[in-house]
């Protein structure tokens, strides 16, 4: 019952995070927070730490240290379906995922800056979880459902970018909305450049993906740049793009 009780307030603590998903990717997502909890942040992420306290560890607030996932995937299934009969969260068409019954009124909390974190295991689903965060941080701030595609393509395929080339655990996501401009930022880790080394192993040939990503992302954002900070070890994907905000 205690293990049960836990994992509906931390089902409650994600979706409060304005996520919608199905069963499996909450759990999954519900993995990473608890992966991402426990990986120190890496000195070239350590200016994040506010941001980090208030996104990671604040979900666990009140649960003992080194509490474990309680339950698995069917449980959490069992746990959102009744969820779902009390009134508390709802579906959503067409994917039938949920989300929080009041997310309308909590849009109005939203803030215009955020950030928060994602990792580069993809068996955690993260391109999805910021997917998602970026969608419904657009539609919390209405933007034009046209320009709020544009950037949640271009977000994904920087975050898929940060995701494949990043050599420390934590990914980290920056939005703001600025009037009629959004902003976006993306931090993941590399490591020291070697070129002979990379020469020999094909890296070049990875960098077309990395283009081909870049093209794309160009092609929907106003103003793209990607800043190789040798000093800290990472990579920032920066751009921002015009938008409108509908008045609905």
């Given at each position: 019952?205690a293990?049960?009780?836990?994992?509906?307030?931390?089902?409650?603590?994600?979706?409060?995070?304005?996520?919608?998903?199905?069963?499996?990717?909450?759990?999954?997502?519900?993995?990473?927070?608890?992966?991402?909890?426990?990986?120190?942040?890496?000195?070239?992420?350590?200016?994040?730490?506010?941001?980090?306290?208030?996104?990671?560890?604040?979900?666990?607030?009140?649960?003992?240290?080194?509490?474990?996932?309680?339950?698995?995937?069917?449980?959490?299934?069992?746990?959102?379906?009744?969820l779902?009969?009390d009134?508390?969260?709802?579906l959503v068409?067409?994917y039938?995922e949920?989300?929080?019954?009041?997310?309308?009124?909590r849009?109005?909390?939203?803030?215009?800056?955020?950030?928060?974190?994602?990792?580069?295991?993809?068996?955690?689903?993260?391109?999805?979880?910021?997917?998602?965060?970026?969608?419904?941080?657009?539609?919390?701030?209405?933007?034009?459902?046209?320009?709020?595609?544009?950037?949640?393509?271009?977000?994904?395929?920087?975050?898929?970018?940060?995701?494949?080339?990043?050599?420390?655990?934590?990914?980290?996501?920056?939005?703001?909305?600025?009037?009629?401009t959004?902003?976006?930022?993306?931090?993941?880790?590399?490591?020291?450049?070697?070129?002979?080394?990379?020469?020999s192993?094909?890296?070049?040939?990875?960098?077309?993906?990395?283009?081909?990503?870049?093209?794309?992302?160009?092609?929907?954002?106003?103003?793209?740049?990607?800043?190789?900070?040798s000093?800290?070890?990472?990579?920032?994907?920066?751009?921002?793009k015009?938008?409108?905000?509908?008045?609905?």
């Amino acid at each position: 019952m205690a293990n049960t009780i836990a994992a509906r307030e931390l089902l409650l603590r994600m979706l409060g995070k304005g996520v919608t998903g199905d069963a499996g990717l909450l759990y999954r997502w519900l993995q990473m927070y608890f992966a991402l909890r426990e990986q120190p942040l890496s000195a070239n992420f350590l200016e994040f730490k506010d941001d980090f306290s208030l996104d990671v560890q604040e979900l666990f607030r009140g649960l003992p240290a080194g509490t474990e996932l309680p339950v698995n995937e069917q449980e959490i299934e069992i746990i959102l379906r009744k969820l779902h009969e009390d009134n508390i969260i709802e579906l959503v068409a067409p994917y039938d995922e949920y989300r929080l019954k009041d997310f309308k009124a909590r849009c109005q909390n939203i803030p215009l800056t955020e950030g928060f974190f994602a990792c580069n295991n993809l068996d955690f689903n993260p391109l999805q979880y910021i997917r998602s965060r970026v969608t419904r941080f657009c539609e919390c701030h209405r933007i034009a459902p046209e320009h709020k595609e544009e950037i949640v393509i271009a977000v994904t395929e920087a975050a898929e970018n940060a995701v494949k080339y990043s050599d420390q655990y934590a990914i980290y996501v920056w939005q703001r909305l600025d009037n009629d401009t959004y902003h976006i930022k993306v931090y993941n880790g590399v490591p020291e450049l070697d070129l002979n080394s990379e020469i020999s192993r094909g890296k070049f040939s990875e960098d077309v993906s990395l283009m081909r990503g870049v093209l794309v992302m160009s092609k929907l954002l106003d103003h793209l740049d990607i800043i190789r900070d040798s000093e800290k070890r990472r990579v920032e994907f920066v751009g921002s793009k015009k938008i409108a905000i509908t008045n609905r």
